[in-house]
């Protein structure tokens, strides 16, 4: 007998198109993965030995608050551990922050090259997402607050952004800030903020410990963690508690708590990531800016490559893909078809990728 009702999605989900991940080479190839952002250096070794030791207590559920890693952050980077709330990849907090504060009717805020995160999570609630136009690849201050209607309840702000690698500086994150009601959350989503050189960037805890409407969001995940799925977010207390009501109870596992806290407190390790992520994104963005290639100066671990069209973009994948090197095409997720996001990766492949797009460009 054929079932000719079954159960269905609320309005909306089905206009959602998938996230789509960066990809992967196929198992068993040693073609270089560099389309997530992933760290070069692995992980923390201290980080590595925390989740091994967590093997042991496997059949206890975590500490539901993630006390023991909300704490770790506290201390590193001067945070009450009560304004702290963990999660399973910044991805979970995004999607509680959206479940939380928007719904049928609402609105939702984004400069157009933003995460592509952000539709999904909007759309999911029967909210609206508002793509605001962007200055040059960067998000425009002006732009954003001019796409504020009665119905904004949200505005989304990756600094540094993904894709694109650009940042707003502090003074624009304060005069964006200052430019909302305050009933409207901004959430700066700082998953970069480690890797950022800039001395006007702030990674918007000012902001936050000033204000009732603003949360910051982080991740493990672009500093070698990104298969323990590992998020933290700081607000103000009433932004915390609603959180707190809705998130799953233990939803962040032991082993990835315990690798957290230890990844938190190995400041030798992340400063290492980061110096050479500075090193090597300097010198990728020289090696490769020229005539057949714009590069976007990049404050986070990739660099958006664009180049004349669409085709000659496509073709550069191709060519990068024969080569053993799997980049980020970000037609289709992002809309910018004649580019490409390189992340930094380990030091022969970034001289390979420089050799390989040096020799297409050439040709082009
Ligand atoms: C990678 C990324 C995240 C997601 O991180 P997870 O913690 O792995 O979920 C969030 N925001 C931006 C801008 C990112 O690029």
């Known amino acids: 007998m054929s079932e000719t009702v079954r159960p269905t999605p609320q309005p ?16 068993g190839s040693n073609a270089i993965k560099l389309s997530a952002n992933e760290s070069p250096l692995g992980a923390s070794p201290k980080a590595i030995a925390a989740f091994a030791a967590a093997a042991e207590k496997l059949e206890i559920y975590p500490e539901g608050t993630s006390r023991l890693l909300r704490e770790a952050l506290g201390e590193v980077h001067g945070v009450n551990p009560d304004s702290i709330v963990c999660g399973n990849g910044s991805d979970d907090l995004l999607h509680l922050l959206a479940q939380v504060y928007l719904g049928e009717g609402d609105e939702a ?11 999904i999570i909007t759309r999911a609630t029967g909210a609206q997402i508002i793509m605001v136009d962007e200055r040059d690849y960067c998000a425009d201050v002006d732009a954003l607050l001019a796409a504020v209607t009665p119905r904004t309840k949200v505005v989304w702000l990756a600094n540094p952004n993904n894709p694109t690698g650009t940042y707003l500086n502090a003074d624009e994150v304060a ?41 910051m969001v982080r991740t493990f995940s672009k500093m070698g963690l990104a298969a323990a799925r590992i998020g933290w977010m700081v607000g103000p207390d009433h932004v915390v508690d609603a959180i707190n009501r809705i998130r799953g109870p233990f939803n962040v596992n032991l082993p990835a708590q315990l690798a957290g806290a230890a990844a938190t407190r190995d400041v030798a390790f992340t400063q290492a990531l980061c110096d050479f992520n500075a090193r090597w994104r300097d010198w990728l963005t020289a090696e490769l800016h020229s005539n057949a290639m714009r590069v976007i100066p990049s404050q986070a671990n990739f660099v958006m490559v664009l180049f004349d069209t669409p085709e000659i973009a496509a073709a550069a994948f191709k060519t990068l893909v024969e080569a053993g090197y799997i980049v980020r ?14 992340s930094i990766g380990p030091e022969a492949a970034m001289q390979g990728v420089a050799k390989v797009l040096k020799a297409f460009g050439g040709a082009q």
């Open 329 to 342: 095409e970000i037609g289709a997720s992002y809309g910018i078809a004649n580019g490409l996001r390189i």
């Open 109 to 119: 805020v984004m400069n157009r090259y933003g995460f592509s995160v952000y539709p």
């Open 12 to 27: 909306g989900i089905l206009d959602i198109a998938p996230y789509m991940p960066g990809k992967s080479g196929k198992p």
């Open 175 to 215: 005069r964006l800030h200052a430019g909302l009601r305050p009933d409207i959350l901004l959430v700066i989503d700082s998953a970069y903020a480690e890797y950022v050189t800039a001395a006007d960037y702030s990674v918007g805890l000012d902001l936050v410990g000033a204000h009732q409407n603003v949360v």
